[in-house]
């Protein structure tokens, strides 16, 4: 998107923290931050058109973008008369820090407006303004901030819902919860040309779950991606034959890598847990790994256990020994892996063998169930090691596989 048109883009903040890059930059296309750390050059919590700035020798924050997409919203200006950086606020002028070179003095303290910190310093018909009821003029950018820090405090799906909750927030996230429309989802939806009906069936219900989560909390009274329809999801077809896993390991000479993919195949985990997996979750005696906080946690209120083979246990061995605090599996420079950095490697190895350009991570997942399957297991037992409660899952995503493959003949 090009500086001339869409709405502001909102990177995600941190809830604490507000690092604010400088206007001079003039860079439209901020790359998808950190929820920790970004660069947040544009923010306004007010929906209304605030008044234009007084004429004068002013210098404004960048364009706001097309009105018609996202309502405009106050920005700090510069008045070199006065050397002092103000924001206009219901009719207002409000100084905001003293000479031109505090910019970034000048946005934290504006943000800090914008999110209620200092909500005396507003006038007060304005402050009274800024609340409402039903919560319908909360920022979008500000609602999924706040679930963000709730999922990562309670779920270990944080890297995912950010990846896909900071694309939303870029296009949308200075809309209210009032204004946001499910057409403008579709707007947005119908810009990911590459996403197929799994992964747009994915994001909406994380959209929805964003809104259901506020409602629970009692702070909105409706959601308005309530109507929204996902498309049905794409069932997961894709399996690894012997030959393929072979050619993926033996073109992996990376060993860190070679053990993130080993783990995943080998146990039939979600790779988002092998990849936050710690010393302290692993019982080498009894060959298992508990993790009281995963994906299901919240719905299953019991914890994951993940089962460990004997090579497997002999690899987790000489993992913790050698990473007793914190994840185990982590990269040739000692990072733990990311969503992003896992999703590079598969990318390469796609490219590398375009017949494996469907393969990705959570492959190995699909391979170990339906092999599983194939080589009769029976489903209680594979739903079990998959990490669900019944074998609905397992039946609706994986048994149309066994019926239709055969164990290889190696």
């Not at 950190?34 to 306004?44: M, Q, R, S």
């Not at 946005?107 to 018909?125: I, N, S, Y």
């Not at 936050?276 to 790994?289: E, R, S, V, Y």
Request: hydrophobic share 35%.
């Amino acid at each position: 998107m090009d500086g001339d048109s869409g709405p502001p883009q909102l990177p995600l903040r941190n809830a604490a923290t507000l690092l604010c890059s400088s206007a001079s930059d003039n860079n439209r296309n901020l790359p998808p931050a950190p929820h920790a750390k970004t660069a947040c050059d544009e923010f306004g919590a007010l929906h209304h058109k605030s008044p234009a700035p007084p004429s004068g020798d002013l210098e404004p924050a960048e364009n706001g973008g097309d009105e018609r997409a996202v309502p405009s919203s106050p920005k700090p200006w510069y008045r070199t008369q006065t050397d002092t950086w103000s924001v206009c606020l219901g009719g207002k002028q409000i100084p905001l820090a003293k000479g031109k070179r505090s910019k970034r003095e000048a946005d934290e303290e504006f943000h800090r407006l914008m999110l209620g910190d200092h909500r005396k310093a507003l006038p007060p018909a304005l402050a009274s303004a800024t609340q409402t009821v039903d919560g319908s003029n909360v920022l979008v950018a500000v609602l999924a901030d706040q679930f963000l820090d709730w999922v990562q405090l309670n779920l270990n799906c944080y890297d995912w819902c950010r990846q896909f909750l900071q694309q939303f927030v870029t296009t949308c996230g200075a809309l209210s919860v009032g204004e946001l429309k499910p057409y403008h989802v579709s707007q947005w939806l119908a810009t990911k040309t590459t996403w197929g009906p799994s992964t747009r069936c994915r994001v909406i219900g994380l959209l929805k779950q964003v809104f259901n989560w506020r409602i629970e909390q009692g702070l909105i009274t409706s959601n308005p991606l309530r109507s929204l329809k996902k498309p049905k999801a794409k069932r997961r077809e894709r399996i690894l034959n012997s030959a393929e896993l072979e050619k993926i390991f033996e073109a992996t000479s990376d060993e860190a890598f070679h053990d993130f993919l080993a783990a995943t195949s080998d146990t039939g985990a979600r790779p988002g847990e092998i990849r936050i997996l710690t010393a302290a979750q692993i019982d080498l005696q009894d060959g298992i790994c508990v993790l009281s906080k995963h994906k299901t946690s919240e719905k299953t209120n019991r914890p994951r256990v993940i089962y460990l083979t004997p090579t497997m246990t002999t690899l987790c061995s000489k993992l913790v020994e050698r990473w007793p605090t914190g994840p185990i599996f982590r990269n040739h420079r000692g990072v733990p892996w990311t969503v992003n950095a896992v999703r590079i490697r598969f990318r390469r190895l796609r490219s590398k063998f375009p017949e494996l350009r469907d393969v990705v991570a959570y492959t190995f997942r699909h391979t170990f169930a339906t092999n599983a399957l194939v080589n009769g297991v029976q489903i209680a037992t594979v739903a079990e090691l998959l990490g669900h409660t019944s074998t609905a899952m397992i039946e609706a995503h994986y048994g149309h596989l066994a019926t239709s493959t055969v164990p290889d003949s190696s």
